[in-house]
């Protein structure tokens, strides 16, 4: 894993991705979450609302590593000279020019959209006509030991027999990082957070069946093979309250009446515009 994969990494783990103000500092220059939204506004045209959790993270982390790589050939650029080539002023020009009216029309629209306001009663209605949306099903978090054969399985539990709370934690954790097959053995049979159906069924209905800190006392056969199941955690279902996905809601509304505004606001203009074919 190179130096800027273990950062990205890091930051995500540490939740800095999500309220650092300064994320990383290439060479003296600091990339921000202002600057990453910005990216990830554009990237999804003002959707990231509606972008998975899951797929957000990876995205924001994409992102990051793509302005990361930037200044790196930005520095590198300076360095060599690049900003003082006749072809790279001819450019610059041209791009000015441009730009002019590309960053007229981006202030245009981010003083139009800060304009728009979504009132409270607005978002409590959203909620209450859409509470499905927010609603998170039944999670358990479980560990694994995999294995070819039945009488292996039947070994490994008769193992694991007597004991409880932490000691049979890490006896099963020993014991799937010795034994398992599976390719969450060197973590410890670790599958994490899931919900029902992400699991092949016999393995789902078994594991959502049992107690929190308990195993499986006979092996659960499934096509890869004898899984010994140890249920770590559960977290019932769930609907988000209204104060946890306020934020999200208002974004939401914001940006859809945007669309409208926007749509009202070029009619208007286009009417009273000089266009002539030619």
């Known amino acids: 894993m190179n130096k800027v994969t273990m950062l990205l990494s890091t930051l995500l783990l540490t939740g800095s991705i999500a309220s650092a103000k300064t994320l990383v500092t290439v060479n003296g220059q600091a990339i921000t979450q202002a600057d990453v939204n910005m990216e990830l506004m554009r990237a999804t045209q003002g959707r990231a609302n509606q972008i998975p959790p899951a797929r957000l993270a990876m995205f924001k982390k994409q992102i990051l590593q793509q302005l990361i790589g930037k200044d790196i050939i930005f520095d590198n650029a300076k360095k060599s000279g690049i900003l003082n080539s006749p072809e790279y002023k001819t450019e610059y020009k041209k791009l000015l020019s441009r730009m002019k009216k590309e960053l007229a029309i981006q202030v245009w629209q981010k003083k139009l959209l800060s304009s728009i306001k979504i009132s409270n009663q607005e978002l409590k209605d959203y909620y209450n006509k859409n509470q499905a949306e927010f609603k998170e099903p039944e999670l358990v978090h479980a560990r694994h ?48 957070y899931f919900a029902k159906g992400q699991m092949v069924p016999a393995f789902s209905s078994k594991v959502f069946s049992m107690k929190k800190g308990t195993i499986t006392l006979t092996p659960v056969k499934t096509q890869f093979g004898y899984h010994v199941i140890y249920l770590e955690d559960k977290k019932p279902a769930m609907t988000r ?32 515009a000089v266009i002539v074919n030619n």
């Open 145 to 192: 030991i995999l294995v070819k054969t039945k009488v292996k399985a039947e070994k490994i539990i008769s193992e694991l027999k007597g004991l409880s709370g932490q000691k049979l934690k890490e006896k099963f954790i020993e014991l799937a990082k010795k034994d398992s097959t599976g390719p969450s053995g060197a973590k410890g049979g670790d599958l994490g």
């Open 241 to 272: 309250t209204f104060n946890q996905v306020k934020t999200f809601i208002e974004e939401r509304l914001k940006m859809e009446k945007f669309k409208k505004v926007f749509k009202q606001k070029m009619d208007k203009l286009e009417k009273n």
